[in-house]
């Protein structure tokens, strides 16, 4: 992979972090700052929907990063941006230098009778040529992952607007119905993209550049997280669990303020690895590893933290391993390799953060 020179090998660091091989070394993405995508998510899908730009950009950015000896995947999104999701449904969509917004669909639970998935809505035909247009040119230089699933509350929030968390006590039945409705909605719609990009040495690449292994799907929780667990427990968890069980495995995203939930999340049977990602105002994942690995006990993660965390941590021996530490804002190419040799030289003295 023109993008990824020693992509084989990293392979392989992949597939021992996420199959718990790995628990005293470490993985780490360095990010280093690229002043022509400042905001990189937003900027990456500002020119939605024109498909030719958008390669264009994630081109243009993921070359950028062909120097970088890190453990992350030159991976492009092909996606039009997470609210977008409502328009594969017939809702209106504009578009923003932050990608897509769908307006919720009609407050009007006749709806439920109409959701179909087609093949024919024009912008899942838009999304399947996205996909194969991304596969076609970026073939032999980096790898393509789906738009991801938008499942569960979720997808309900996609479809009903902020309302929706009225909606949970207003009308529990209608959004469990809808909610099933997604289930199968999300598999279809990943099944059709996958279909197209397949697989890489028994894995599949996805949005977090990660490399997984098997069919294993990417999850998030991110409207549980505005809820309390016990919203998840009766009105999520049993959907997520069908969703892993299709896949057989899934990597699950949560945000800083979704830690909260993760003692109802470890229960989920096939869980792979868990990335926290951090959050404006919120006590970082980093800051809060202690906790969360007594939470989650041996199950992969993925956390943020700065370069001087990492050193630290490096330097004392007091990182704990099964981990990918993403590290943000490193300024030099040459720094990030620098780092890189030491992370794939360390293991930790002690499990014991």
Not at 83 to 109: N, V
Not at 128 to 138: D, I, M, S, T
Not at 306 to 333: A, H, Q
């Amino acid at each position: 992979m023109e993008y990824k020179p020693d992509i084989g090998s990293v392979v392989e660091r992949h597939r021992l972090l996420w199959n718990r091989k790995l628990p005293n070394g470490i993985l780490a993405k360095i990010d280093v700052y690229n002043q022509d995508f400042p905001n990189y998510a937003d900027d990456l899908l500002r020119h939605c929907p024109d498909i030719e730009k958008m390669f264009a950009d994630w081109d243009a950015y993921l070359n950028f990063y062909k120097d970088v000896k890190d453990d992350a995947f030159p991976v492009a999104r092909a996606s039009f941006g997470s609210y977008a999701f409502g328009a594969f449904l017939g809702a209106k969509i504009t578009f923003t230098e932050s990608g897509g917004w769908a307006e919720p669909l009609p407050d009007d639970w006749t709806m439920l009778e109409d959701l179909r998935f087609e093949e024919d809505n024009c912008w899942i035909r838009k999304q399947k040529e996205l996909v194969a247009y991304f596969v076609k040119h970026g073939k032999g230089k980096f790898a393509i992952a789906p738009t991801e699933t938008i499942d569960a509350l979720n997808f309900a929030e996609n479809l009903r607007g902020p309302q929706v968390y009225m909606d949970i006590y207003d009308y529990p039945e209608k959004i469990k119905q809808l909610m099933e409705f997604g289930l199968e909605f999300n598999i279809k719609l990943i099944e059709l993209q996958r279909s197209i990009i397949g697989t890489y040495k028994g894995g599949v690449f996805d949005l977090f550049y990660t490399w997984l292994p098997g069919r294993a799907v990417w999850l998030s929780v991110d409207a549980y997280a505005q809820c309390l667990p016990h919203v998840f427990v009766d009105m999520g968890y049993s959907y997520i669990q069908r969703l892993i069980d299709h896949f057989g495995n899934g990597w699950l995203h949560i945000h800083s303020n979704g830690i909260s939930l993760l003692p109802e999340l470890v229960k989920l049977k096939g869980l792979m690895g868990i990335g926290v990602y951090d959050d404006p105002g919120q006590l970082r994942g980093f800051e809060r590893l202690r906790e969360i690995r007594s939470i989650t006990k041996d199950i992969p993660l993925q956390i943020n933290c700065s370069s001087e965390e990492l050193e630290k941590g490096i330097r004392d021996g007091t990182l704990p391993g099964g981990i990918m530490y993403w590290v943000k804002g490193v300024d030099s190419v040459e720094y990030a390799n620098e780092l890189m040799d030491r992370v794939r030289s360390y293991r930790t003295k002690s499990d014991k953060i």
